[in-house]
C-alpha cells in the first residue's frame, strides 16, 4: 500500500523567505513522486515529478524537490517566496508498476505575507 | 495545457434528483479520473478509467457510476443526489502509469 503525509495544512512565510513544504511517502516498491499546485478556483498542475532519475528534481517558478530515500520524504522548496507563490499544494505517489493510481495527500496551503 | 473540459462548471440541484457531470479530453489519454476535493480531505478519488468501458472503484465510490462509451468522454453520475455530494469535483487525466496527471477546472456542485 500506499500513502503520502503533508505535515502541516497551513504553512505562513514573509516575502522573500525559503518555502519549505513537506511530505513523507510510503511505499512498498520505489515511488514515483509528484508535486502539483493549485491556485484558487483552478485544478492542480504539475509543478514537478520524481522517476528515479536525478534525485533533486527542479519544476517551474523556482521550485524544487530531493527525494530522500532513508528518509522517506520529498520535501519541496523555493529559496524565496513571492506573493503568486501563495496557493494550494498536494504532494502524490504513484508505484513504479502494478497499481498506477496516485495517492495524494491532503495538501498544504501556502500563505505569504508581505 | 491538456484540452480537458468540464460541464457544468456550477451546478445546483435539489436532494433526490439525479445529476452527470461530463469530463471531455481532446489528448487521447487512455486513463482518466473523478476526484472530489472537500476542505480537510485534500482530493479522494471516486472512480477511474483505464479505458473505454473499463473502469473501477476509489476510496469514495458510494453513491456514485461513471461510464466511458468514448475516449474522450467519462461521464460521473449521482443517481440521487445527497447534501453530502456538495463539493468540487475534478476529472484528471493521464497517459499511462505512472505518469502525471493532468487535471480539468473543475465542477462546483451544491445539493440543497
Known amino acids: 500500500a500506499q500513502s503520502v503525509t503533508q505535515l502541516g495544512s497551513h504553512v505562513s512565510v514573509s516575502e522573500g523567505a525559503l518555502v519549505l513544504l513537506r511530505c513523507n511517502y510510503s511505499?512498498?516498491?520505489?515511488?514515483?513522486l509528484f508535486w502539483y499546485v493549485q491556485y484558487p478556483n483552478q485544478g492542480l498542475q504539475l509543478l514537478l515529478k520524481?522517476?528515479?532519475?536525478?534525485?533533486l528534481v527542479k519544476g517551474i517558478n523556482g521550485f524544487e524537490a530531493e527525494f530522500k530515500k532513508s528518509e522517506t520524504s520529498f520535501h519541496l522548496t523555493k529559496p524565496s517566496a513571492h506573493m503568486s507563490d501563495a496557493a494550494e499544494y498536494f504532494c502524490?505517489?504513484?508505484?513504479?508498476?502494478?497499481?498506477?493510481?496516485?495517492?495524494f495527500g491532503r495538501g498544504t496551503s501556502l500563505i505569504v505575507h508581505p | 495545457d491538456a484540452g480537458i473540459t468540464q460541464s457544468p462548471r456550477h451546478k445546483v440541484t435539489e436532494t433526490g434528483t439525479p445529476v452527470t457531470l461530463r469530463c471531455h479530453q481532446t489528448e487521447n489519454h487512455r486513463y482518466m479520473y473523478w476526484y472530489r476535493q472537500d476542505p480537510g480531505h485534500g482530493l479522494r478519488l471516486i472512480h477511474y478509467s483505464y479505458g473505454v468501458k473499463d473502469t473501477d472503484k476509489g476510496e469514495v465510490s458510494d453513491g456514485y457510476s461513471v461510464s466511458r462509451s468514448k475516449t474522450e468522454d467519462f461521464l460521473l453520475t449521482l443517481e440521487s443526489a445527497t447534501s453530502s455530494q456538495t463539493s468540487v469535483y475534478f476529472c484528471a487525466i493521464s497517459p499511462g502509469t505512472p505518469y502525471e496527471q493532468y487535471f480539468g477546472p473543475g465542477t462546483r456542485l451544491t445539493v440543497t
Open positions: 511505499s512498498s516498491v520505489p515511488p514515483y
Open positions: 520524481y522517476t528515479s532519475a536525478a534525485t
Open positions: 502524490a505517489v504513484s508505484r513504479s508498476g502494478g497499481s498506477y493510481i496516485p495517492t
